[in-house]
């Protein structure tokens, strides 16, 4: 199965400063199939990005992805105060599909 | 509006069975289909597998083949995640979330709770 291994684990940032998260996978992940997803405390995961790079409907554009092969990024242009949240990566390239362990955006 | 509503919190012992239940509205359910997801207390996701409502062909995880079973009933447009014998190890919180054929989970249930202890 591919593991997914997500950088840093936690990220402490203020409000309009960018963040960027990595997520790195131990083989290729086909066609780009990796997605990012959201969790806040207490509710599902929301979907984020598709196709490593495409933007789900409703996501605003300050968030955006990146990355081919065995090596993806998510970039949160401006925090804002709603972003400080868990951030997900998965591939559903190959079964099983599999997620990375998450890196918390957190408030410096 | 699309939703996925699932059944609500059970609180059960080691040894029992459960059924817990994901219901599609505001979309054609046998267009897309479930999967389930697993998130251990203060953990990551993991996916458990998913069903084609449409024809009820299903694929597991090999973590997971086995232990549970993934089924749904098209005629009222639910899902369901069932154990025969729950284990402790099993408290989770259990979200359902549907894909189409490009395989991306775009929409998730609330999450079902499910604490098991003696």
């Known amino acids: 199965e591919i593991v997914l291994t997500q950088s840093p684990g936690t990220l402490s940032l203020s409000p309009g400063e960018r963040a960027t998260l990595s997520c790195r996978a131990s083989?290729?992940?086909?066609?780009?199939?990796l997605a990012w997803f959201q969790q806040k405390p207490g509710q599902a995961p929301r979907l984020l990005i598709y196709?490593?790079?495409n933007r789900a409907t409703g996501i605003p554009d300050r968030f955006s992805g990146s990355g081919s092969g065995t090596d993806f990024t998510l970039t949160i242009s401006r925090l804002e105060p709603e972003d400080f949240a868990v951030y997900y990566c998965?591939?559903?390239?190959?079964?099983?599909?599999?997620f990375g362990q998450g890196t918390k955006v957190e408030v410096k | 509006e699309v939703q996925l509503v699932q059944s609500g919190a059970e609180v059960k012992k080691p040894g029992e069975s459960l059924r817990i239940s994901c219901k599609g509205s505001g979309y054609r359910f046998t267009s897309y289909w479930i999967n389930w997801v697993r998130q251990m207390p203060g953990k990551g996701l993991e996916w458990m597998g998913t069903?084609?409502?449409?024809?009820?062909?299903?694929n597991y995880s090999p973590s997971f083949q086995g232990h549970v079973t993934i089924s749904a009933d098209k005629s009222i447009s639910t899902a369901y995640l069932q154990w025969n014998s729950l284990k402790a190890s099993d408290t989770a919180v259990y979200y359902c979330?549907?894909?189409?054929?490009?395989?991306?989970?775009?929409?998730w249930g609330q999450g079902t709770t499910v604490p098991v202890s003696s």
């Open positions: 979330a549907r894909h189409f054929s490009d395989y991306v989970m775009d929409v």
């Open positions: 196709g490593a790079s």
């Open positions: 083989q290729s992940v086909g066609a780009s199939y």
């Open positions: 998965q591939q559903y390239g190959s079964s099983p599909w599999t």
């Open positions: 069903i084609d409502p449409s024809d009820s062909h299903t």
